[in-house]
Nanobody, 124 residues
Framework: QVQLVESGGGLVQTGGSLRLSCAASGRTFSSYTMGWFRQAPGKEREFVAAINWSGSGTTYADPVKGRFTISRDNAKNTVYLQMNSLKPDDTAVYYC?????????????????WGQGTQVTVSS
């Protein structure tokens, strides 16, 4: 069992930056693929980024490529999402998720554990 707690959300102006953190409980964090998803008002939850267990592999959704960076610190049981050049379209609740399998996957039904989410609001 893994418990995930996100933090770092908030209100930022267009062009600004935020760094989200996701702290995980449990001794097996380093074996999980970790992902970030987001859900905007009135829309379905969508994939944002994912990172493999060692941090050597990452995948990004097209809308965030070049602006967002996912990373992890297995010693701290934490995964991060650095978000730069933020746009109003990035406004959403951001969720951290853990996948027990090794390949990086982008569909939410493959992820086994989820955090409660953190709100990110980008003003124009």
């Amino acid at each position: 069992q893994v418990q995930l707690v996100e933090s770092g959300g908030g209100l930022v102006q267009t062009g600004g930056s935020l760094r989200l953190s996701c702290a995980a409980s449990g001794r097996t964090f380093s074996s999980y693929t970790m992902g970030w998803f987001r859900q905007a008002p009135g829309k379905e939850r969508e994939f944002v980024a994912a990172i493999n267990w060692s941090g050597s592999g990452t995948t990004y959704a097209d809308p965030v490529k070049g602006r967002f960076t996912i990373s992890r610190d297995n010693a701290k049981n934490t995964v991060y999402l650095q978000m730069n050049s933020l746009k109003p379209d990035d406004t959403a609740v951001y969720y951290c998720a853990a996948d027990r399998t090794l390949p990086i996957r982008t569909t939410q039904h493959n992820y086994d554990y989820w955090g409660q989410g953190t709100q990110v609001t980008v003003s124009s």
